[in-house]
């Protein structure tokens, strides 16, 4: 079976303007930073410290464990305080707590590291820095670099179209971090030697297109692709699509059409993996909501709670009802502020009571409304009615394991039913039955 990938979108309010703008911002650690040793996609990361271990920026606390797996590093110096399971975003996670000693002492860097780096060492280098899709998918970026051996990579896709809304961080990297961005891709370039690059971005970010092609103009093989913005623009495999006409096979990976496709600021911390030695411990989240008095794109240390950010962003001026890593669409309630930035935060975003939706569950009024929102052509409401009857065989038969979580469908729902919340948890059950097996 190949993936229909129609033109299905939708164009909700994207609530980008106050923060559109806005340059980043450096700011400092707080005094408690906090770090799951699951930031990724894959198996969690083991703790290597100790309580009462001194740590430095870019000391190495949690070791990936297996194939798909990140190692986690330290983004101040300090001193290991506590190690306990925490309740993060995706459930219960063995969390380092490192008491900051303002010092920012740094590790040295890696001494592999710099200019010419042999492209095999690359992935190596990729996968030590603990370089997850820092787009919000957080697969391990080493194990993209790493295809099959039957698999040519001629393409690559830099992913700049930041559908989600209210979220202006890869906007704002892709103005201000352009020429690391654009050396990261030719590390890539260097490991593949790809026929193609494509940037992807939408047209409400066009100076961002500008800015890369300046920065790029003497790279041939680079061509900008301006989309129109439109949710879900930014899916992996509707980006390839569109750029290079490529349809991703039904349970299938980029690699098998011949693409490696990242988010901007994955190839930003590929440049500073391979050519300047450093970790992955800091990211550019955009903090915003209607209720935040200030909202701002942070340059954040991973490990900052994000009860720590709302100062830094002029408080509230009107109570939050709702918090979510990430956006209205694909993004997950937060109900702890301890929670911290991960490599996957793209954003924070805080709702009003206004803004959220809190209409009770009506039954299915057979509108087909999800089926003709669905990007990838699926049958939303039969995945989730097979969920809640407990047959995940069905869910799967359906073709759950393709859902790309974009949330158009819960969206579009005009009985609420939380139809992503249940294809999210069929995937979960599939994934279970089959480690089972
Ligand atoms: S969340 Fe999944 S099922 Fe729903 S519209 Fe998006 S891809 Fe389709
Ligand atoms: S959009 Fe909602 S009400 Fe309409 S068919 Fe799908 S589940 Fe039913």
Same mark, same amino acid.
């Given at each position: 079976?190949?993936?229909?990938?129609?033109?299905?979108?939708?164009?909700?309010?994207?609530?980008?303007?106050?923060?559109?703008?806005?340059?980043?911002?450096?700011?400092?650690?707080?005094?408690?930073? $906090?770090?799951?040793?699951?930031?990724?996609?894959?198996?969690?990361?083991?703790?290597?410290?100790?309580?009462?271990?001194?740590?430095?920026?870019?000391?190495?606390?949690?070791?990936?464990?297996?194939?798909?797996?990140?190692?986690?590093?330290?983004?101040?110096?300090?001193?290991?305080?506590?190690?306990?399971?925490?309740?993060?975003?995706?459930?219960?996670?063995?969390?380092?707590?490192?008491?900051?000693?303002?010092?920012?002492?740094?590790?040295?860097?890696?001494?592999?590291?710099?200019?010419?780096?042999?492209?095999?060492?690359?992935?190596?280098?990729?996968?030590?820095?603990?370089?997850?899709?820092?787009?919000?998918?957080?697969?391990?970026?080493?194990?993209?670099?790493?295809?099959?051996?039957?698999?040519?990579?001629?393409?690559?896709?830099?992913?700049?179209?930041?559908?989600?809304?209210?979220?202006?961080?890869?906007?704002?990297?892709? =103005?201000?971090?352009?020429?690391?961005?654009?050396?990261?891709?030719?590390?890539?370039?260097?490991?593949?030697?790809?026929?193609?690059?494509?940037?992807?971005?939408?047209?409400?970010?066009?100076?961002?297109?500008?800015?890369?092609?300046?920065?790029? +103009?003497?790279?041939?093989?680079?061509?900008?692709? $301006?989309?129109?913005?439109?949710?879900?623009?930014?899916?992996?495999?509707?980006?390839?699509?569109?750029?290079?006409?490529?349809?991703?096979?039904?349970?299938?990976?980029?690699?098998?059409?011949?693409?490696?496709?990242?988010?901007?600021?994955?190839?930003?911390?590929?440049?500073?993996?391979?050519?300047?030695?450093?970790? =992955?411990?800091?990211?550019?989240?955009?903090?915003?909501?209607?209720?935040?008095?200030?909202?701002?794109?942070?340059?954040?240390?991973?490990?900052?709670?994000?009860?720590?950010?709302?100062?830094? *962003?002029?408080?509230?001026?009107?109570?939050?009802?709702?918090?979510?890593?990430?956006?209205?669409?694909?993004?997950?309630?937060?109900?702890?502020?301890?929670?911290?930035?991960?490599?996957?935060?793209?954003?924070?975003?805080? =709702?009003?009571?206004?803004?959220?939706?809190?209409?009770?569950?009506?039954?299915?009024?057979? *509108?087909?409304?999800? =089926?003709?929102?669905?990007?990838?052509?699926?049958?939303?409401?039969?995945?989730?009615?097979?969920?809640?009857?407990?047959?995940?065989?069905?869910?799967?038969?359906?073709?759950?394991?393709?859902?790309?979580?974009?949330?158009?469908?819960?969206?579009?729902?005009? +009985?609420?039913?939380?139809?992503?919340?249940?294809?999210?948890?069929?995937?979960?059950?599939?994934?279970?039955?089959?480690?089972?097996?």
């Amino acid at each position: 079976m190949r993936l229909k990938t129609k033109q299905k979108a939708i164009f909700p309010k994207l609530n980008k303007a106050r923060t559109h703008d806005k340059p980043i911002e450096h700011i400092d650690a707080p005094a408690i930073m $906090v770090y799951p040793m699951s930031m990724h996609i894959g198996a969690p990361a083991k703790p290597i410290v100790e309580v009462g271990s001194t740590v430095k920026v870019g000391t190495l606390i949690g070791e990936a464990q297996g194939f798909i797996s990140a190692n986690i590093y330290s983004s101040v110096s300090g001193e290991v305080i506590l190690i306990e399971d925490r309740e993060i975003i995706s459930g219960v996670v063995t969390c380092l707590i490192v008491k900051n000693d303002g010092q920012y002492t740094e590790e040295p860097p890696f001494p592999e590291a710099g200019k010419d780096v042999a492209p095999e060492l690359v992935p190596e280098l990729i996968r030590r820095a603990g370089i997850a899709g820092m787009g919000g998918a957080t697969f391990p970026t080493d194990v993209k670099m790493r295809p099959a051996e039957d698999k040519k990579i001629d393409t690559i896709i830099l992913n700049g179209a930041e559908c989600e809304p209210y979220s202006t961080s890869d906007f704002r990297m892709m =103005l201000e971090y352009a020429d690391e961005i654009i050396e990261g891709v030719r590390v890539i370039d260097g490991v593949f030697n790809v026929d193609k690059i494509y940037i992807g971005i939408e047209d409400d970010a066009k100076e961002a297109g500008e800015r890369l092609r300046e920065v790029a +103009s003497d790279f041939d093989k680079i061509e900008i692709k $301006v989309l129109e913005a439109k949710y879900p623009q930014g899916s992996e495999k509707q980006l390839i699509e569109y750029c290079t006409g490529r349809q991703v096979p039904s349970g299938g990976l980029p690699a098998d059409v011949g693409c490696v496709v990242s988010n901007v600021g994955t190839f930003q911390a590929i440049y500073r993996a391979v050519r300047l030695g450093k970790p =992955l411990v800091e990211r550019v989240t955009t903090i915003t909501g209607t209720p935040i008095v200030d909202p701002k794109n942070l340059l954040v240390r991973i490990g900052t709670p994000i009860d720590d950010l709302i100062d830094i *962003c002029g408080g509230f001026q009107e109570a939050p009802r709702k918090v979510i890593h990430g956006g209205p669409m694909m993004g997950r309630t937060i109900r702890d502020g301890s929670v911290p930035i991960s490599k996957g935060t793209t954003h924070i975003t805080f =709702l009003t009571a206004s803004e959220v939706d809190d209409e009770e569950r009506m039954d299915c009024i057979r *509108c087909s409304e999800c =089926l003709n929102v669905c990007p990838v052509s699926l049958q939303p409401i039969l995945i989730s009615n097979a969920y809640e009857r407990g047959d995940i065989e069905k869910a799967e038969h359906l073709g759950a394991m393709d859902c790309i979580e974009c949330g158009n469908c819960s969206f579009i729902c005009p +009985s609420k039913i939380p139809l992503l919340d249940n294809i999210r948890k069929a995937k979960t059950a599939i994934k279970q039955n089959a480690k089972a097996v």
